[in-house]
């Protein structure tokens, strides 16, 4: 089991560039690279990483931001007898980029990363209203991580990427879950 602490890529490093990360893809190698403290500055992105304690080596990282997306493309078992069904569209707090450094993957590190940011969109929910949190997957093997974790796919269809959804009350029902078994 690695044990990891999660903290604020602008906190590590500032304007300095990033410590080394390469998961595989190229885009969520480039967007730690290149753009995510740029995001940070104006608040449009905000990228959390993962470090092994005590060395403080970069595991991984995830980004979030809000977002919109059309309510017509949502399942309809989630669309319908919600209170957006009548809405264009709906608020979402949104997972841009999710990534582990290769040679760390396959270790739970993924999980442990997307439930840390399950645990803020929850942080979110107590404070803003929002429908859901939404990522993209890339494939199927991503998308089955995904759905073990509870997000349902925007379509059954194979095509990819995939924009899939864990609606609000899962959230909350997770954090408070969660909280529970703290106490
Ligand atoms: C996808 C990714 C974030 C998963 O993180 P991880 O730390 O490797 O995954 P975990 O160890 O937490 O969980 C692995 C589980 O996810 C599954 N999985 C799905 N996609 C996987 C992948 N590309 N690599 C490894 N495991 C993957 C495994 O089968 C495993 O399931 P199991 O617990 O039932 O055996 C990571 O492999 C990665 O960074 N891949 C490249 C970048 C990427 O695809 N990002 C997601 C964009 S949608």
Same mark, same amino acid.
């Given at each position: 089991m /690695? @044990?990891?602490?999660?903290?604020?890529?602008w906190?590590i490093?500032g304007?300095?560039?990033p410590?080394?990360?390469e998961? +595989?893809?190229?885009?969520? $190698?480039?967007?730690i690279?290149?753009? #995510?403290? %740029?995001? &940070?500055?104006? +608040?449009?992105?905000?990228? *959390?990483?993962?470090r092994?304690?005590? !060395?403080? !080596?970069? =595991?991984?990282?995830?980004?979030l931001?809000m977002? #919109? &997306?059309?309510?017509?493309e =949502?399942p309809?078992?989630?669309?319908?007898?919600?209170?957006v069904q009548s809405?264009?569209a *709906?608020? #979402?707090?949104?997972?841009?980029?999710l990534?582990?450094n290769? +040679?760390?993957?396959?270790k739970?590190?993924?999980e &442990?990363?997307?439930m $840390?940011a /399950? @645990?803020r969109a +929850?942080?979110?929910a107590?404070n803003?209203?929002y429908f859901?949190?939404t990522?993209?997957a890339?494939s199927p093997?991503t998308?089955?991580?995904y759905c %073990?974790?509870?997000f349902?796919?925007?379509?059954d269809a194979d095509t990819?990427?995939?924009?899939?959804i864990l609606?609000?009350?899962?959230i /909350?029902?997770t954090?408070?879950m969660a #909280? @529970?078994?703290?106490?």
């Amino acid at each position: 089991m /690695v @044990d990891i602490e999660i903290c604020k890529l602008w906190d590590i490093c500032g304007n300095s560039r990033p410590p080394h990360f390469e998961c +595989g893809i190229r885009d969520v $190698d480039r967007f730690i690279k290149k753009d #995510a403290r %740029k995001h &940070h500055k104006r +608040g449009q992105t905000i990228t *959390f990483c993962g470090r092994e304690k005590p !060395t403080g !080596t970069l =595991l991984g990282y995830y980004c979030l931001s809000m977002d #919109a &997306h059309p309510t017509s493309e =949502l399942p309809s078992k989630i669309k319908n007898g919600s209170h957006v069904q009548s809405e264009k569209a *709906f608020p #979402a707090v949104y997972m841009p980029y999710l990534g582990v450094n290769r +040679g760390w993957q396959g270790k739970g590190i993924g999980e &442990h990363l997307l439930m $840390d940011a /399950v @645990d803020r969109a +929850g942080l979110i929910a107590e404070n803003v209203g929002y429908f859901g949190m939404t990522l993209r997957a890339i494939s199927p093997e991503t998308r089955k991580f995904y759905c %073990k974790l509870g997000f349902v796919p925007f379509t059954d269809a194979d095509t990819f990427p995939v924009l899939m959804i864990l609606p609000r009350r899962s959230i /909350v029902e997770t954090r408070e879950m969660a #909280a @529970d078994s703290v106490e």
